[in-house]
Nanobody, 115 residues
């Protein structure tokens, strides 16, 4: 089992920044992928950014150049630095870990961007 705890969400004005953190514990094997997803009301959950244990990253087109995903393998933690936030970034953000063929999710953290 893997447990994920997210933090760092909140209310910010458009143009501002937030940093999300996710701490993972439990049976996490090498070669895992950590990612951030988000879900806005009425929308499907979508991938925001992902990072492999080797550091390769992937971003949604809508956040490229504004968001940066990073990780600390020693701490089994993943971070999402969000800059130049827009109202359309408002959503619940979820941390995900893919390990040993299974996906685990955090409880989500609300990000609200006021215009």
């Amino acid at each position: 089992q893997v447990q994920l705890v997210e933090s760092g969400g909140g209310l910010v004005q458009a143009g501002g920044s937030l940093r999300l953190s996710c701490a993972a514990s439990g049976s996490i094997f090498s070669g895992n992928v950590m990612a951030w997803y988000r879900q806005a009301p009425g929308n499907e959950r979508e991938l925001v950014a992902a990072i492999t244990s080797g550091g390769s990253t992937n971003y949604a087109d809508s956040v490229k150049g504004r968001f940066t995903i990073s990780r600390d393998n020693a701490k089994n933690a993943v971070y999402l630095q969000m800059n130049s936030l827009k109202a359309e970034d408002t959503a619940v953000y979820y941390c995900q870990v893919l390990t040993a063929g299974r996906a685990y999710w955090g409880q989500g953290t609300q990000v609200t961007v006021s215009s």
